[in-house]
């Protein structure tokens, strides 16, 4: 069969792909930039095609290809703040319209369950009004309702991890006792890739999930028995959602936009009321223990996959940012240094891949971590979201509070713009090149465009801890012996 997957690039649909190459089909693989795609995960095969196409743009819809037995709508905006839901709205509209013109066989849409008799959170709201769109356009859809998708690297487990890692007493509001059916990402897939090949599934909706309904706490309490881990918990009826939305903000590496609908959603019961779909795609359900340890097992492994850091919130980071291939040079304030190498230039290279996550940063690695605090009190991403891999970077992945635009790890090249909350923008880039007498070194710049007055008085108001933090990173880096 012949297979497009919109959101190739996350954290579900990197997956999908895989699996449905897996399967001996072929896979149109849709991203709004071709650089950000893991193309040497899948050097083996030559049954994936990418597709460059943003669905936000209609024009640029025009050119995906006829000649699609099914298309994958995994397209959502959640992490893009206030107008997501207009956002979702326009992907939706732009992907229906291009289903209908080019004669697309069926769509399948992955929502999320939430009964349709009572008022919906906003980001379930969103979800239903996309199946609505999608429904309309006259090419059958199939539907797929799912709860909290379990596995190493989704935003839900990773929350249900932070809590659960740091926090031996945990203050709980009422919406952890609200009941949900999570189900494993390994059982996503399996559905998502059944209904593709069983043709009873056209037009049809099904909830999905796994064999045990659970509330919230649960999910926390067990995780913490896997784990060997005693916790406590404190119910509290102070906590209103938006106070919820800011307390996972603080305490996990997720950001405001995202605990905010997480939260919404959360205050509604997530169960299957109709479990056909179990009959149609039979597999063996996972319990939400067994998905908690395969989840683990793979985070030790280094073996994640793709993780909800991925993708690029719709409308966050234009993608024209992966051209600069060096940061802007005009109108901008730049802190350089370098250094001649002193260790092997393999082993510096190793280091600069190495930087930020567990691993912390090379110099003052305090001062970011409170940097990256400051930033998640004002709603921005701070430090948690750590990294996908401890010595592997590509163009996309998320690095604490910064995103890789450029990982060229043969000519010694990383640059990564930032995503905290600024008044304006910046980069911090490393290069190794020849010095001026011919050595080779390491070239490290802090770049930033500043946005208004208030830009430039930030800058010269954190000015001094460049002079204290910048010299000694570079020289870490670069240096024969980690102090």
Known sequence: MRLLVSGANGYIGLRLVRELIDRGHEVLATVRDKRRFPLDDFAETDALRLVEVDFLDE???????????????????????????????????????????????????????????????AHLASRRNVESMLDACGVPLTVLRASIIVGSGSASFEIIRDLAEKLPLLVTPRWVKTRCQPIAIRNVLGYLAGCA???????????????EVLAYVDLIRRYAKTRGLKRFFLSTRVLSPRLSSWWLVLLTSTSFPIARALVDSMTHETVCHDEEIRGIVPQELLT???????????????????????????GTLDPRCFDAVKAPEHGVYQDTRSVPLDAPMEEV????????????WPSMNWAWKIRGALDKIVGGTGLRRGRRHPQELRPGDALDFWRVILADRKKGRLLLYAEMRLPGEAWLEFSIEDLPDGRPGLRQTATFRPQGLFGRLYWFSVLPFHFLLFPRMIRRLAQRAMP
């Open 197 to 211: 090949e069983d043709d009873r599934t056209a037009g049809r909706t099904y909830d999905i999930g796994g064999p």
């Open 349 to 360: 290279k190793r280091r600069i891949w190495s930087i930020g996550g567990h691993a912390g």
């Open 59 to 121: 024009v640029s819809c025009r050119s995906l290809p006829g000649n699609v037995d099914a298309a994958f709508y995994l397209l959502h905006s959640m992490g893009s703040g206030a107008g997501f839901a207009s956002k979702e709205e326009t992907c939706a509209l732009n992907f229906a319209a291009a289903a209908e013109m080019n004669g697309w066989r069926r769509i399948i849409y992955l929502g999320g369950l939430g009964a349709d008799r009572e008022p919906l959170s």
């Open 288 to 314: 939400y223990q067994e998905a908690v340890e395969r989840a683990l097992s793979r985070i030790a492994q280094n073996r994640v996959p793709s993780s909800w850091t991925d993708a690029l919130a719709a």
